[in-house]
């Protein structure tokens, strides 16, 4: 396709949601403008680019989504709450927060407002700071397009989660969320993301989140990701790090059509350690694509990067994984892996751990495995009683359960856990 085609299918596109504006659209114009003016130039991604090479993105591109506020909707909030677990709540639905399904904080330790209440300075202070607008289609539409946005700030140590429930609902519907976390110096703030859709056709979740991380600071940010069918997800995420502080992001991958997770971790401090963990186990016709960056700025820092995976049936899942070790980044302990088992002939994967190291004096390690289930494990399971079926979900639970078991919060990992089936 050439680059005009191309281009007027991108017009096309965006003219839909431009048709669609809401009154939102009126404010904020300065912040949305780099947004704007990238969509004058970006191109939709094909399979010839690297980024994005096992993700077709026409199956969104070629829809004219609308945006639908859904003001009167009935969620079943205790279907995505955490048993036993009690924390504040935020409720957005198909990317605008809905107050009165809401539980908001009112503490000294935790500011929690949306944009409108934002000044354009205080947003312009942290918006799109290390958010690659520039090339990234999906990450500009965002930026000139977002639907709502919630500013979290810690000031402290917050007494407990923020569980955000994202709720999605419609046909060729557009939802962009846009959210923004800070935690200040000596703060600690935990994140919980959950998500729910019904009666989705077709939908189209494009949400960006940018975390800063204050000096001393520590930040967890935990996604549970269990869509029902008929919703296509990009989600990107970029944090960045000040001295001391710690960042570990979780993500947890149950059921989707198609997904795409793009997370991003800046270290900008010394002594910092930052940890990305992730488990997923597509099936059917699913695809599942987790890319990240790891880039390491200043020395005497340590990451940690493990997901693993079960792919079944027809079912693709795809691991990019990128650590950057910078000339001044001397001293950097970096482990990356990827671990994967193919449940069917028909299942792929598609692993690409990557180093770029420019240090001399650093421990970095990658790598990456994928394989079978191991039929001689199957086969003692089933002598000790245990069906085929329970014990290939005994080793499936064994083998994802590492990172699960990576989860901090003990009533929001026994969840997770029976998510997975492993209570």
Known sequence: MSSTLTQNKVEEFVSHIAENKLAVWNEL?????????ALEELDFPTTKNEYWKYSRTNRISKHAYKFNPLTDVNIDLDSVRIKGLDTYEVVIVNGFLNKEL??????????LKSFEDCSTEELRSYFSQNLDTISNIFSALNTAYFTDGILIHAKGKCDKPVHLIHYSEGTETISQPRNIFIADKHAELSIIKSSLNKNTSNFFYNSVNEFFIGENSHMNYYVIQNYEEGINVVSTNVATQEKNSTFSAFNYTLKGDWIRNNTNVFVKGENCESNLYGAYQPTGKEHIDNHTIMDHLMPNCESNEHYKGT???????????????????????????????????????????????????VKCSHGSTSGQLDEEAIFYLQSRGLSKESATALLIGAFLGEVVEKIEIPELKEAVLEMYGME
């Open 29 to 37: 114009p300065s912040i949305r403008k780099s947004g704007l003016e």
């Open 102 to 111: 809401s539980n908001l904080p009112s503490k000294d330790c935790i500011e």
């Open 311 to 361: 792919v079944g049936d027809k079912a693709t899942g795809v691991f990019n994984g990128k650590v950057f070790v910078r000339k001044d980044a001397q001293k950097i302990n970096a482990f990356q892996s990827n671990n994967n088992i193919l449940l069917s002939d028909d299942a792929t994967m598609n692993s690409k751990p990557e180093l770029e190291i420019y240090a001399d004096d």
